[in-house]
């Protein structure tokens, strides 16, 4: 990953209808939880989104699995030696990779948005300098446009991280 990425444009194409408010999720009844997770994560966030449909896959395989073996009546030291394929192992082994996955992603997207905020503190720095020195007839409307611009991206990156984590 990039340490400081360019921001995709998050900003819907209404400015208020359909805006998505962090924490409120809008629900489908006919979706279910997963598609609702993945029609509301951006394409850039996706693949660190975590994988709640393989990880439910998992669980009901295991599950299978563990009605199999339950069956027997009779426990074996094997039973207790191979912790790797025990069915709580396997999940936790992916469990704890999928939140290893996100909170990297997470960690990385905060400090690229940090270094991001900062750069537009000294930019409006530069800009006050600028406005301070202007000859009559100048304008900085299109730089001052410019760092609204940013601004709205960095305000919309960070409403989604908030949500995402």
Same mark, same amino acid.
């Given at each position: 990953?990039? &340490?400081?990425? =360019?921001? =995709?444009?998050?900003?819907? $194409?209404? @400015?208020?209808?359909?805006?998505? %408010? =962090? ?12 598609? *609702? ?6 394409? *850039?966030?996706?693949?660190?989104? &975590?994988?709640? *449909? /393989? !990880?439910?896959?998992?669980? !009901? ?10 069956? +027997?009546?009779?426990? *074996? $030291? ?7 394929? +025990? @069915? ?7 469990? +704890?990779?999928?939140? /290893?996955? %996100?909170? /990297?992603?997470?960690? %990385? ?8 905020? +900062? ?16 000859? @009559?007839? /100048? $304008? ?20 989604? &991280?908030?949500?995402? %984590?």
């Amino acid at each position: 990953l990039k &340490l400081h990425t =360019p921001l =995709p444009n998050l900003r819907p $194409s209404q @400015p208020s209808a359909g805006r998505q %408010v =962090p924490g409120k999720a809008l629900r489908n009844s006919s979706m279910g939880f997963a598609e *609702t997770l993945e029609n509301r994560a951006p394409e *850039t966030y996706r693949q660190y989104y &975590l994988q709640y *449909t /393989q !990880l439910k896959e998992l669980i !009901l395989e295991l599950a299978k699995e563990n009605t199999a073996t339950s069956l +027997r009546t009779r426990v *074996t $030291s094997a039973d207790f030696m191979d912790m790797a394929s +025990r @069915p709580v192992s396997r999940f936790q082994e992916m469990l +704890r990779g999928e939140l /290893q996955k %996100v909170n /990297q992603f997470a960690c %990385v997207k905060h400090e690229a948005l940090f270094l991001g905020l +900062r750069k537009i503190c000294d930019d409006c720095s530069s800009l006050g300098k600028k406005a301070r020195n202007l000859a @009559p007839g /100048q $304008s900085i409307a299109e730089d001052l446009k410019k760092t609204e611009d940013d601004i709205e991206a960095y305000s919309c990156e960070i409403a989604h &991280l908030d949500e995402y %984590v």
